[in-house]
């Protein structure tokens, strides 16, 4: 675990500082650049911290009831509110500076962090899936990766009716 989240904010010291250098920054918009970093990580801290809090609480939300895990849910939702509002809020005297280039460069760098983020995602589902299906023994041999049918809904004595 440890790792991954070095190597996470390695990918992301080496795309800001790639994106600083595309970008071509004019003195005055650099501590607005560094505004914009700082937040961004600061955001990525604190998405860790609110994981490992959820990682914690697992057992304890196992047997939560229904208001639990809404409470639960609009409290991340509402974290992750503030963490955009803050995003934007720093974003926005940097991008009233740039030029159309600069804003050019900019939206292809979020365009490319957004696809690798997507397919980390995908991946990190796949494997859990896999996970997920190696527990429960494996795939049916049609295809249906599912489980099995038989027994859930009705037992063997129902095709005898």
């Keep these: ?19 600083r250098t595309d970008m071509k920054l004019k003195p005055e918009q650099v501590p607005l650049f560094d505004a914009v970093e700082n937040t961004v990580k600061k955001g990525m801290e604190q998405r860790r911290q609110g994981f490992a809090a959820m990682r914690e609480q697992r057992e304890n939300f196992r047997h939560a009831d229904i208001m639990e895990r809404l409470d639960a849910m609009a409290s991340r939702q509402a974290a992750r509110a503030t ?15 740039l030029s159309d280039e600069q804003k050019t460069v900019a939206r292809r760098a979020v365009r490319e962090a957004f696809s690798e983020g997507r397919a980390r995602m995908e991946r990190m589902r796949e494997n859990m899936r896999d996970r997920w299906q190696d527990r429960r023994g494996g795939r049916d041999h049609d295809g249906d990766d599912r489980g099995s049918r038989r027994g859930r809904y009705h037992s063997d004595d129902d095709d005898n009716n």
Excluded: G, I, N, Y
């Design 83 to 97: 963490r955009s509002k803050e995003l934007a809020d720093a974003v926005r005297p940097l991008w009233s500076t």
């Design 1 to 19: 675990m440890k790792e991954r989240l070095e190597r996470a904010q390695t990918r992301m010291t080496e795309r800001f500082a790639k994106l």
